[in-house]
């Protein structure tokens, strides 16, 4: 069933079509309206997309959740008593979607606001000039497609007992033996989740290293220390068979001959393009090498007036990107502008625990496009875990072109380290020099005033 929620319902022609009520979708639909062009937006799911629902906001809310185990433990340090904890699983779960549900509304507000109107349903690109949603056809001008992404699971016998990153905002209880597959991002957040609200969790991945996309030194140390903490990680693993055994019971029948047995089977194996949702598939669009929709400046596809952005094209799949592109669509379509979006330095965070932040170049990365690289390194135990008894350390690292002084990476794995690297994000923005980074006067005592306080190479 379709229904709408605009001034004129009787209204099918638009000057832009907007497929998604993702963060792109729903920030181009408000800024092309603004421009005084007529929009619709068709969503079928929930309005916010993915990081509103089942992506950045429930999961940091989880991330908080799972972290008190652990403040209470260090309190004691500190002089607090405190009786046995107890977490109530329910009580978290609930709390998270009533506040998805504040944010649903927001969204809503802020499209009825701009004048836009939202159609609720499937959308289907007939052609370049025509969405069809339900029985109803609508004409438009310009088409943008911002579907997003949805998780991505291997096909493998029992394939049917697993869950995906979406469905585990949403479990009825919190399972005592989770098995978390995946070495990427979402993987390593949601082991930590899971091992800081007491679950004895247990994390495969099938290739020789975590976070394999980061700067090698931050998988490396992440690793220790989420083992320190007490999950168990097995690399080179892959589960080639699950059975259930009943009473929310699994058999896994593992690549290396090993039988585990779980009541929970969280696959964070990545995230597909949702090109089929929209007839993507079936319009002659090209694409990139890696199976995303191919886009010129504009956010133009191969076919004229189809346009599309965010995680479905070939760029980073982050919330704050996939917002920038829609704020230079509007401008290059509908102010006349010229400006392009800067892929580079984009400052990104890992809420694993301890946390990640990251923005530039990796090491390996700069040693293959510049012929002198320096690196400093920094790693210490932060001053709260003296009294507070915690044995993680933080890591920090800087990456520099040495012939120019160029800061060309920021790297830390710490309490706070998404925090800190938004300042060193600006900082490689400018253009900053290392000699920059050492005349900064730091602020003490901090974790980030380690930053400009490292003076000796590692080579």
Not at 45 to 66: D, I, M
Not at 124 to 153: D, F, H
Not at 249 to 276: F, K, V, W
Not at 414 to 423: F, L
Request: with cysteine.
């Amino acid at each position: 069933m379709v229904s709408t929620h605009c001034s004129d319902e009787k209204e099918h022609e638009f000057d832009l079509f907007v497929i998604g009520a993702g963060s792109g979708g729903v920030r181009a639909a408000r800024m092309a309206a603004a421009t005084g062009a007529k929009v619709a937006v068709a969503e079928e799911r929930y309005l916010g997309g993915t990081c509103v629902n089942v992506g950045c906001v429930p999961k940091k809310l989880f991330v908080y959740a799972s972290h008190f185990a652990e403040d209470f433990e260090s309190s004691q340090g500190f002089g607090w008593t405190l009786g046995e904890p107890v977490h109530d699983w329910p009580t978290l779960r609930d709390n998270k979607t009533r506040e998805i549900e504040r944010l649903n509304s927001i969204y809503q507000n802020l499209l009825d606001n701009a004048g836009v109107c939202i159609i609720e349903g499937r959308a289907q690109v007939m052609n370049a000039g025509t969405v069809r949603v339900g029985e109803t056809e609508y004409s438009c001008k310009r088409i943008l497609l911002a579907m997003g992404g949805w998780p991505s699971i291997p096909d493998i016998p029992g394939k049917e007992h697993v869950i995906d990153s979406n469905q585990v905002f949403y479990l009825e209880n919190l399972p005592e033996n989770p098995v978390v597959v995946g070495g990427g991002y979402i993987g390593v957040e949601f082991a930590g989740i899971f091992n800081g609200l007491g679950c004895n969790t247990r994390l495969l991945y099938r290739g020789p290293k975590l976070l394999k996309k980061f700067d090698h030194d931050l998988g490396e140390h992440v690793t220790k220390e989420m083992a320190a903490k007490g999950i168990e990680i097995q690399l080179n693993t892959e589960i080639e068979e699950i059975r259930s055994l009943g009473e929310g019971q699994y058999e896994l029948q593992l690549n290396n001959g090993e039988m585990l047995h779980c009541d929970c089977i969280l696959y964070a194996t990545g995230r597909s393009p949702l090109l089929e949702e929209a007839g993507a598939n079936t319009l002659g669009l090209d694409l990139t090498t890696n199976g995303k929709i191919a886009v010129n400046d504009s956010f133009e596809t191969s076919v004229p007036g189809i346009y599309a952005l965010g995680d479905i094209i070939d760029s980073p799949e982050l919330t704050p990107v996939a917002i920038a592109e829609a704020m230079v669509f509007v401008d290059r379509v509908y102010k006349g502008s010229g400006r392009t979006l800067d892929y580079s330095n984009i400052p990104t965070a890992v809420f694993c625990q301890p946390s990640i932040g990251t923005v530039g170049l990796t090491e390996h990365e700069a040693r293959q496009r510049f012929s002198s690289v320096q690196t400093f390194r920094s790693e210490f135990r932060a001053l709260k875990n003296t009294l507070g008894g915690s044995s993680e350390r933080t890591f920090m690292k800087l990456v520099v072109d040495a012939e120019t002084d160029k800061v060309l990476g920021v790297h830390m794995v710490g309490p706070d380290a998404g925090e800190i690297t938004q300042g060193m994000g600006i900082a490689l923005k400018a253009g900053a020099r290392k000699r920059d980074f050492d005349d900064t006067i730091g602020i003490h005592p901090t974790s980030a005033e380690e930053f400009v306080t490292m003076r000796d190479p590692d080579n």
